[in-house]
């Protein structure tokens, strides 16, 4: 049985896998160390608004 954390979006019961949260974490590490701050305008028109 795999471990969950709460407040997924999208998953099912609102609750992540715990490599599902560990993916997620390490998103927000690279975009603080590639994007933020330096083509941060270009990937939200790329890829949309991480904010919404």
Not at 1 to 18: E, K, V
């Amino acid at each position: 049985m795999a471990h969950c954390c709460r407040n997924a979006p999208g998953a099912g019961g609102g609750h992540r896998t715990l490599i599902g949260h560990f993916r997620h974490e390490i998103g927000h590490y690279y975009w603080d160390l590639l994007v933020m701050d330096r083509c941060e305008d270009s990937c939200i028109a790329t890829f949309g608004n991480h904010n919404n």
